[in-house]
């Protein structure tokens, strides 16, 4: 498994730090994780996608700001990060999902108050930016993405009146 990213608040007058951090653990044992490498930039929150042979990171808040950059690392060895493409806009707080060949970035946290509901597609076969392919029925940040073989959920964090609702839709239709 993989964590990447995160935030330390130390308090006033310190200003909130970023971290670049990528850890990986084995899920065959229950051990500390190790250091691999870091992102392009210090963020929190960005979303997490797989292909069968990469990991990949979009978005996430800067200090100050949304972060637009989707990052790639390889399973096969620790290094290198390569920061690859930029989604459509900056967001942080989105929920990840992949399909067998695309990362998708659902919803997020656009700064000021406001939420969105773009749907950001890139290609894991190419190192280019995501398109803006549909909008969700409701703008949100926090919420959870599923990921499965034919489609992929979405599931939005109730913060602002949205419930517990459980969407979803196809690879082949975007």
Not at 11 to 26: A, M, S
Not at 61 to 78: A, H, V
Not at 82 to 95: C, E, P, W
């Amino acid at each position: 498994g993989y964590a990447m990213g995160g935030q330390n608040s130390t308090g006033v007058p310190t200003p909130t730090i970023r971290y670049t951090n990528i850890d990986k653990y084995p899920f065959s044992s229950d051990t500390n994780a190790t250091g691999i490498g870091n992102l392009t930039e210090g963020k929190m929150s960005p979303a997490g996608h797989a292909s069968t042979t990469h990991g990949y990171s979009s978005g996430g808040e800067l200090n100050p700001g949304e972060s637009t950059r989707i990052d790639k690392f390889p399973f096969s060895t620790d290094t290198p990060i390569s920061y690859i493409a930029d989604m459509t806009i900056g967001k942080t707080g989105s929920a990840g999902i992949s399909s067998p060949i695309n990362g998708y970035s659902l919803s997020g946290f656009t700064g000021a108050g406001t939420f969105t509901d773009v749907v950001d597609k890139f290609p894991f076969s190419s190192d280019t930016n995501s398109t803006d392919i549909m909008e969700l029925a409701v703008a949100n940040d926090f919420g959870a993405g599923i990921s499965s073989t034919e489609r992929g959920y979405h599931m939005p964090a109730p913060n602002n009146g949205t419930g517990a609702n459980l969407y979803y839709f196809n690879y082949s239709s975007d």
